[in-house]
């Protein structure tokens, strides 16, 4: 079960590990997290199931409950042909929430659901109470610089010590929003996660129907570069209303005080302006702020408009499945 579950014991190995432990654990997995699986064979049809599915399936129980996920929320996790993968906090129905585990096991895929609903919850409590925090800094921060100058310095070392491990580093935020069925959306967060990784950034987060992708800047400063071609891949992959907004600047990665569970949160002002831009931009635009397209302009065609959003001259582009209306260099 902890080897089927991708979970492992740091420092240990699991056959190392007496029985009676992982017996032990076993069961407090299994009733703490309400365990779920379903097993598809090479060609995806859904072969065998079980565990606690009724939680995760409205009136539904058995083969009835697992072709349901598998038509509906779960559509396009199986076949799976790569390395295990985790995608946290999928809203799967109204107040039901599941960490979604996917391996192989030979042939088969292996879907295995653990309900995520407390740890979504303190997560969303922890990260509203350090955005509050951060806002505080950041405004003090705006009034020390003004009235200050160089004393502000000393705000950058104190907000950086406040959370365990917290690093400040320049990049590049991708704000992504979606209008769909949970079908849909999990067949659209395994592409935001694609084209995230292609190229050189991470999904870091999946709140409702908005994901948060970050892109760090290297040597050459290429975040919004990156950031900018993963959005517009991500359109050009989907047809679903979506959509994005791009955001260039610094951004704060790091572990809320106090915290009981061990989450790194990306945080600050570059992540809400990227949050703010996705809001205001139609289906299936990508507004990009001005300094996100003063970085990425060399290495992308013109925008197909510009626009005045809060009084920044914002980048758009629109971008639809058919190749052809990609703008045109």
Known sequence: MLRAAGICMIGARVDTIPHPVLQYISDSLLKRRLAAYLVCDASGAL???????????????????????????????????????????????????????????????????????????????????????????????????????????????????????AERFDGAVVSARVKASPRALAGFAKVVEECARERGGTLESIGGQCFTLVFRDGDGGAAAGDAVEAARALLLRVELDASVGVASGSIVRGMPTGSRRRWFAVLGETVERARTLSGCAERREILVDAGGWAAAASRLPPPTETRRVGGEEIAVYRCWPDASSEPSA
């Open 47 to 165: 072969a065998r199931w079980g565990g606690s599915l009724e939680r995760y399936v409205t009136g539904r129980s058995g083969a009835a409950a697992a072709r349901e996920l598998l038509d509906g929320a779960l559509a396009g996790y199986a076949p799976h042909d790569g390395p295990p993968s985790v995608l946290q906090f999928v809203h799967l129905r109204a107040g039901v929430v599941a960490d979604v585990h996917v391996f192989l096991d030979g042939a088969e895929t292996w879907v295995l659901l653990l309900d995520a609903r407390a740890q979504h919850d303190e997560r969303e409590t922890a990260q509203l109470a350090e955005y509050e925090r951060y806002g505080r800094v950041v405004e003090l921060e705006r009034v020390l610089r003004q009235f200050f100058g160089g004393a502000a310095a000393q705000l950058d070392e104190l907000a950086d010590s406040e959370g365990d491990g």
